[in-house]
């Protein structure tokens, strides 16, 4: 069968997707479209979409870690079974979960919920991403068409970015002058809003909810991931997806050093002001706002990373006030 090919930049890593199936390659191109990336260099990772309607563990794979989004742990057990198949009875009510088999080499990444199984080999730098369908009575199981590539796109992100060494952040990101900053904070604390706010006037946005943070050449980064925003438009009700640099006409930044981090906070007065925190604090922010150190596939560099940035890197309380009297020019009054 033929197959079909696209190559993304996600924080200084080349990626590159294989399909059987034209369709995901649509998916992908519009899922990763500020991502792709022309160069024809040999990619740092490759992914291969597959659809199968089973998928078995080896006997010997061994649970690693089970954890919800944004690393909220949970006690560690097995399924109750070693060898699991994606379309038995199994339901662990979304949790992702990270197996490995010591006699293959190979790392298992799940997503429960959604029925979606990626597998790692390191000696080849290749990762399968499997796709999870039942076919009907009706079609054979190669002829089905219809599993969606983006079901476990968070998680995959995860596997292909820890693995080289790129951290998963719950926060926002701009590009000003050429360095970054970094939001914290909780959900509904105006992380969106702020960047999306700043980036239209002459910052560049870098990620609204997840971006990714590393070292590069011992300096501390921000990778974007430029994925429709999600923004709340009146004062109650959910939010909707915004794609920014589109709808808003703003520029946007793939990578840039990291400046500041910031944790935001909504003041209610007039102006915004910033006032600066402990480095120890940045620590603890840091590591709650990443996937947690069991999530990790290389945790002592995970762990150097989080001390390199913030010992390096300034950290400062955002109070976050009118919108209508905010100035990019803030993020230079320190």
Known sequence: MARYCLRAQIADITVLFETEQESDISDLSSFFKYHLTDSDTEPDCTVVLKRQASFYMPKDAEMLWQTKRHGIEEPEGRLGRRRVSVSSRVDTFGLASCYVSRSRGEYYYGLMQDKSWICYKPSEHKINYILHYRPTHSSRANENTHTDPLSAVTLLIHVLTTIHGRYLIHGAAVSYNGK??????????????????????????????????????????????????????????????????????????????????????????????????????????????????????????WLSTMYATSEQVPYFLFHFGDRSALDVSILKTR
């Open 180 to 301: 970054a900053s970094l939001f914290l904070g909780k959900s509904g604390r105006g992380k969106s809003t702020l960047s999306t706010d700043l980036s239209r006037q002459e910052a560049s946005f870098m990620g609204d909810d997840l971006v990714l943070i590393y070292l590069k050449d011992n300096v501390p980064m921000v990778g974007a991931l430029l994925f429709p925003a999600k923004l709340r438009f009146t004062g109650a009700g959910d939010k909707s997806s915004v794609d920014v640099p589109q709808e808003m006409q703003t520029d946007y930044c793939l990578s840039a050093p990291l400046e500041a981090v910031y944790l935001v906070h909504q003041s209610g007065l007039s102006a915004s002001t910033v006032e600066p925190l402990p480095s120890v604090e940045l620590l603890q922010q840091l590591m709650s706002a990443s996937n947690g150190m069991m999530m990790q596939y290389n945790k002592q560099e």
